[in-house]
């Protein structure tokens, strides 16, 4: 099992971000995916999670109405798609499978 996360970076209060998750050595389509963060001197938590068709999605209340997940299950990668960021905001993300883990992508929130 393999899971690769991309996309994190540098942006502005505001700003906007897509990751991504690609996964491999294991039927993607048949589990469902979540995405982790951990903030400096913060525990890590759920921030969202999405079934293996794809047609349910939760988000965590911290993050509602900013940050949503989508899969392709075609292309096996999973997307955290982050807006209106702040620094709060500011974390390593992870996602999560079966089990497994990726390495993450950081992402900082700074004017």
């Known amino acids: 099992v393999q899971l690769v996360e991309s996309g994190g970076g540098l942006v502005q209060p505001g700003g906007s971000l897509r990751l991504s998750c690609a996964a491999s050595?294991?039927?993607?389509?048949?589990?469902?995916m979540r995405w982790y963060r951990q903030g400096p001197g913060k525990e890590r938590e759920v921030v969202a999670s999405?079934?293996?068709?794809?047609?349910?999605?939760n988000v965590a209340d911290s993050v509602k109405g900013r940050f949503s997940i989508s899969r392709d299950n075609a292309r096996n990668t999973v997307y955290l798609q982050l807006n209106s960021l702040k620094p709060g905001d500011k974390a390593h993300y992870y996602c999560a499978a079966k089990g497994y883990w990726g390495q993450g992508t950081q992402v900082t929130v700074s004017s």
């Open positions: 999405i079934s293996n068709s794809g047609y349910t999605t």
């Open positions: 050595g294991f039927t993607f389509s048949s589990y469902p």
